[in-house]
C-alpha cells in the first residue's frame, strides 16, 4: 500500500521560500512521476509541475515555471517541492501525489496528507 | 477561470442518479483521456474515474464515467448521503504541457 507522508504546516513572510517535503512508502519509488497540486482556500485544484525520480526530468506548469523546484531524493525516497517569492496568493494546501506511471497523460493514484501554507506579514 | 468547465453545484435525493458536465476543448478532452477525482470535506483527493470510464478497485460501480468530443460526464446512481463530496475532472492539455483541472462540483445529497 504506497503512503506519502508529508511535512507540516508552515508560515511564512512575503517573499520568503517555502519547502515541503512527501516522503514515500510501499511502493517502488522510482519507477512512477511524482506531481505537486495545489488548493487555495475555498478554490479548486491546480496542478504545479512533477518529477520523474528515476530521470531526475521535472516538467512545471507554465504559471509556475520559475518559481517552482521540485527535486527528489532516492536514497530517502522523498520528494521536495520548494516555491519562491512567496505571495498571499500562495496560501493553499499543497498536496503530493504519486502518478500511474511517468507518461504525461498519467493520472495521481495516491495522494498525501496535504500541507497549509500560510503567508502573512 | 478553469481550463475545464464544470458546474459549482449539483443536487440529488437518496437513491437517485446524477451526472456532472465537464466540458474542455480540443487540446485537452478531445485528445486525451479524462480523470475524476472525489475529495470529501477535509481530506485529499481520492481517484473515482481514469482513462474516460475505468473505475480502480475499491470504487464502487455506482460510479461511472463517460466522453464524447470534447465532454465528459461523472454518473452517480443509487446516491448515498456519504457521495456528498467535491468532485474535480482533469486531463492533459497538449497545449499547457500538463494536466488541468475543472473548477469542482459541490453535490450535496438532498
Known amino acids: 500500500q504506497v503512503q506519502l507522508v508529508q511535512s507540516g504546516a508552515e508560515v511564512k513572510k512575503p517573499g520568503s521560500s517555502v519547502k515541503v517535503s512527501c516522503k514515500a512508502s510501499?511502493?517502488?519509488?522510482?519507477?512512477?512521476?511524482f506531481s505537486w497540486v495545489r488548493q487555495a482556500p475555498g478554490q479548486g485544484l491546480e496542478w504545479m509541475g512533477r518529477?520523474?525520480?528515476?530521470?531526475?526530468?521535472?516538467t512545471y506548469a507554465q504559471k509556475f515555471h520559475g518559481r517552482v523546484t521540485i527535486t527528489a531524493d532516492k536514497s530517502t525516497t522523498t520528494v521536495y517541492m520548494e516555491v519562491s517569492s512567496l505571495t498571499s496568493e500562495d496560501m493553499a494546501v499543497y498536496y503530493c501525489?504519486?502518478?500511474?506511471?511517468?507518461?504525461?497523460?498519467?493520472?495521481?493514484?495516491?495522494w498525501g496528507q496535504g500541507t497549509l501554507v500560510t503567508v502573512s506579514s | 477561470q478553469s481550463v475545464l468547465t464544470q458546474p459549482p453545484s449539483a443536487s440529488g435525493t437518496p437513491g437517485q442518479r446524477v451526472t456532472i458536465s465537464c466540458t474542455g476543448s480540443?487540446?485537452?478532452?478531445?485528445?486525451?483521456?479524462v480523470n475524476w477525482y472525489q475529495q470529501l470535506p477535509g481530506t485529499a483527493p481520492k481517484v473515482l474515474i481514469y482513462?474516460?470510464?475505468q473505475r480502480p478497485s475499491g470504487v464502487p460501480d455506482r460510479f461511472s464515467g463517460s466522453k464524447s468530443g470534447t465532454s465528459a460526464s461523472l454518473a452517480i446512481s443509487g446516491l448515498q448521503s456519504e457521495d456528498e463530496a467535491d468532485y474535480y475532472c482533469?486531463?492533459?492539455?497538449?497545449?499547457?504541457?500538463?494536466?488541468?483541472f475543472g473548477g469542482g462540483t459541490k453535490l450535496t445529497v438532498l
Open positions: 501525489a504519486r502518478d500511474s506511471g511517468t507518461y504525461s497523460g498519467s493520472y495521481r493514484t495516491n
Open positions: 510501499g511502493g517502488t519509488f522510482s519507477s512512477y512521476s
Open positions: 518529477i520523474i525520480p528515476l530521470l531526475d526530468i521535472t
Open positions: 480540443s487540446s485537452n478532452i478531445g485528445s486525451n483521456t
Open positions: 482513462s474516460d470510464n
Open positions: 482533469e486531463a492533459l492539455d497538449d497545449s499547457l504541457n500538463g494536466p488541468v
